[in-house]
């Protein structure tokens, strides 16, 4: 099933890259293999997808841990301070940075481990109550402060657009993700590149394609639904 799922993903990703005259190349598709056993992710790997995201530190470092090392793991999930520190060897990208708080014990612990870290300005576009991120207006403050820090590389941002029925709906948070990325990018500001918009999951990201995303983050399309247990 996962490998038939991966192919109608493929054409759709090519169906949004030919109606927006997109390349394929620009686009990263990142398997959200949360709550998912180990065999399913390696069926995932077996055609060659390297890219996968995770929300929990824990679940991360236990996959990490099993699975091959050419893994890019992407941290998209809401990240507590205290468990940065875990991430340093593991995360090749940290998708979810929303304040100063977080972004300071990210530095602290790259320059204990000698290492740049990766990460993206998470935006809450239609600031709902449920989600984290920043609203529109305070990126650049943030993105300006975070730039200083000489162990962390900011390139881009993220968002998760509201969950709605018609993918439509969420153009134009899309659309002024872009847009606030293209205002952040003229300032040229010293550590700060906006090369990567990560936007669209399951039932949007065709749209997102649409709209400038270079990174979509896909689950349910992949793997099916996902079942949690109160354990
Ligand atoms: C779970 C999750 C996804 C994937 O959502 P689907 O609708 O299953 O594709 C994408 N991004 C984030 C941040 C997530 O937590």
Redesign the pocket.
């Known amino acids: 099933m996962i490998i038939e799922n991966l192919d109608m993903i493929e054409k759709n990703i090519l169906t949004a890259c030919a109606t927006s005259g997109r390349k394929r190349d620009e686009i990263t598709l990142i398997a ?1 293999s ?1 709550t998912k056993p180990v065999s399913m992710l390696e069926e995932v790997y077996s055609t060659g997808i390297r890219d996968f ?1 995770e ?1 929990k530190v824990q679940e991360l470092s236990d996959k990490f841990e099993i699975l091959p090392k050419d893994i890019k793991w992407h941290m ?2 809401h990240l507590q301070t205290n468990k940065v520190k875990y991430l340093m060897d593991k995360a090749y990208l940290i ?1 979810s940075v929303d304040s100063l708080k977080l972004a300071k014990e990210i530095e602290k612990q790259a320059e204990k481990a000698n290492r740049i870290v990766d990460i993206l300005i998470e935006v809450n576009i239609a600031e709902e109550e449920s989600k984290f991120g920043l609203a529109k207006e305070e990126v650049l403050a943030l993105i300006k402060e975070i730039s200083l820090f000489p162990h962390i590389r900011i390139k881009g941002l993220m968002t ?1 657009a509201p969950y709605v029925e018609n993918p439509e709906d969420n153009r134009l948070y899309f659309r002024q993700i872009k847009q606030l990325s293209v205002d952040i990018d003229s300032q040229n500001i010293d550590n700060v590149s906006m090369n990567i918009l990560s936007m669209g ?3 949007d990201y065709m749209v997102a394609i649409e709209e400038g995303a270079t990174m979509i ?5 992949i793997f099916g639904e ?1 079942v949690y247990t109160n354990i």
């Open positions: 959200v949360k995201g929300n998209i999930g998708h998760i999951m399951s039932g983050r896909v689950g349910t399309s996902r």
